[in-house]
């Protein structure tokens, strides 16, 4: 056993108030009340805190007969089903609130410190316990019975309160680590942003060009490559388009909000790459392997994201890449879902274009792939392309809107220096995110390494020795387990308050035995709601779990086996009506 030998251990239940027992509460909440009571669910405990932002409310009645999960302030909370071991401290923010059939209720003696208590359901020894005992993986819930039974370690109460405030404090420094780490991605991505700005408007290499001098004849030379490369390639599926852009001309593009350096100049994406080619806009048939297909989904931040591939097969890819077979240091570009991502084919790649992806093909030597995708990540140039985009849902582009697409050209030296210099500075990022992530990781494992310190009674090993006093004799953990039982005898003994019950329209009076349902329904004579029968029955309002399964199993067997009752439309307050059979109404 990992505890101290100064400290004794008990069952959650033997350590619990015995006037209000661990339990859960709604089983079937039913419509939202606008002005009923507030029922926390497990998504209301948000990292182990409260989310009070969207809590259903119950009606009053449901609210009542939930009476002994109401919320009083001073509890510990714990997610039992769904994501179990969610755990927080209740407070008067909550108080008068009611929890669901997800959520346990522990109300601890007076003589316990519930900050030590929720620490410790949080540490590696508590979840690990708890996970055994909920099944594991499989079985996503924690049984009431179960949750009693958990074994809790007892250091005297002043040590418990030591060893809350250490972790209080430690782990209050430990979340404002986290948060700083996990705005770092943000940061960075605005640096990338900024980097990206500074690039394609020349502030970027502002000082390079007060040494470097480059004529600028890029837009013609790229036109003389084109009038070249059609001759090259006679039979190619986009000569002819590529000379009537030829022919066309430079468009003039009069941009008088952002101003370039002297030797730079505005083009048409078109008109500064050797052609842009739409896909086949039709959904390809996959296969298990074969050739990958890019689809929209497939590229994000200037990459490839090779995880989820589609593959086609080499047939389909012939038929899909007719038009121009995509090839390494082609760039891929989506003009939807979303639109304005793009990534350049990597060497020894084979890729095929999906849905709604274009293939543009720069002419390396004048304007090269790379400076081209620094110029479409620019955030500045897709806020410029937003004014092409069509749609009143998603946004997209138009085939022949990409084409038109304004980038802002440089001398081939500078693009050059461009590319050399974002590559740097992206390192230089990628390098911090990755030192952030690993920073992260260990401060998130930091958490489980501080609590199970705590309770292997590391935290507090100084203070039990400066403090032996406060850990002996009637200080002792013995003797505050002990006190805890006295109290809980006594209070066995007091008699009980009586329940006040609410009176259900069941034809007669509540059974003091249980009986079964299908014999309730026929004293009642008329159909019940869920709830309704359940008091016919015999059960108590506060029933535990096991009668609850009891009267489930019941009804199933009603339902299934035996065919004695039917369930009736769901009513508007959303529970399940049962009625007799009409076999049993003869009888």
């Known amino acids: 056993m990992f505890y101290q030998p100064s400290w004794s251990s008990a069952k959650l239940d033997e350590l619990n108030e015995i006037t209000q027992p661990i339990c859960y509460g709604v089983l079937k909440p039913g419509p939202e009340i606008f002005d009923g009571v507030p029922m926390l669910r497990v998504k209301d405990i948000s990292s182990n805190k409260l989310d009070l932002s969207d809590v259903l409310k119950i009606s009053n009645t449901l609210d009542a007969e939930y009476s002994r999960s109401k919320i009083l302030g001073t509890e510990i909370l714990i997610s039992v089903q769904g994501t179990v071991g969610r755990v927080v401290l209740a407070d008067s923010r909550v108080q008068n609130f009611n929890i669901s059939r997800t959520i346990a209720k522990i109300t601890l003696n007076k003589n316990m410190c519930r900050r030590f208590v929720r620490y410790y359901m949080l540490s590696p020894y508590g979840s690990n316990s708890m996970g055994e005992q909920s099944g594991g993986t499989t079985r996503a819930s924690l049984n ?105 001309g430079l468009n003039a593009i009069n941009n008088k909000v952002e101003v370039l350096p002297e030797t730079w100049s505005w083009s048409q994406l078109e008109d500064c790459v050797l052609m842009i080619v739409d896909c086949h806009n039709k959904t390809a048939t996959y296969t298990e392997e074969g050739n990958p297909l890019i689809r929209t989904s497939n590229i994000r931040d200037g990459k490839f994201n090779w995880e989820n591939l589609r593959y086609v097969s080499d047939e389909t890819y012939e038929y899909w890449s007719r038009r121009c077979p995509p090839e390494p240091g082609d760039i891929i570009f989506t003009r939807e879902a979303p639109m304005g991502e793009a990534a350049i084919i990597p060497p020894k790649h084979k890729l095929c274009l999906g849905q709604r992806t274009m293939l543009i093909r720069p002419v390396e030597k004048y304007v090269s792939a790379k400076f081209i995708l620094i110029s479409l990540m620019d955030p500045n140039f897709r806020k410029r392309s937003e004014e092409l985009a069509v749609g009143t849902g998603v946004k997209h582009y138009r085939v022949g809107d990409v084409s038109n697409l304004e980038i802002a050209i440089p001398p081939a030296e500078e693009q050059a220096e461009i590319v050399r210099q974002v590559d740097e500075l992206f390192a230089f990022a990628d390098s911090i995110e990755q030192k952030a992530a690993a920073a992260l990781e260990r401060v998130n494992n930091l958490t489980q390494s501080i609590l199970a310190k705590a309770f292997r009674g590391e935290l507090t090993a100084d203070w039990r020795a400066a403090n032996p006093e406060l850990i002996s004799g009637e200080n002792s953990a013995a003797a505050l387990l002990e006190k805890i039982k006295v109290e809980r005898e006594v209070m066995k003994k007091q008699p009980k308050p009586k329940r006040s019950t609410i009176k259900k329209k069941t034809g007669s009076h509540m059974s003091k035995q249980i009986i079964k349902v299908v014999d309730a329904l026929k004293e009642a004579g008329e159909p019940l709601s869920g709830h309704q029968l359940l008091a016919a029955a015999g059960y108590p309002s506060d029933s535990g779990t096991e009668q609850l399964e009891q009267f489930f199993l019941d009804i199933r067997k009603a339902l299934i086996s035996e065919k004695s009752i039917v369930k009736l439309q769901r009513g508007d307050d959303g529970q399940d009506w049962f009625a007799l059979a009409q076999k049993s109404a003869k009888e």
Not at 149 to 156: E, G, K, N, R
Not at 189 to 197: G, N
């Open 144 to 248: 009431i019975g179960d949750l009693r039974d958990l074994v809790i370690p007892l250091p005297p109460l002043a040590e418990q309160k030591v060893i809350a405030d250490k972790l209080d404090t430690l782990l209050a420094q430990v979340e404002s680590t986290k948060a700083r780490l996990e705005r770092i991605p943000d940061i960075l991505k605005r640096f990338r942003q900024s980097v990206l700005a500074a690039a394609v408007s020349g502030k970027l290499t502002e000082e390079w060009r007060e040494e470097n001098e480059f004529p600028n004849s890029v837009l013609h030379d790229i036109r003389s490559e084109k009038v070249l490369w059609a001759r090259e390639n006679p039979d190619h599926n986009e000569v002819k388009r590529v000379l009537k852009r030829v022919k066309d």
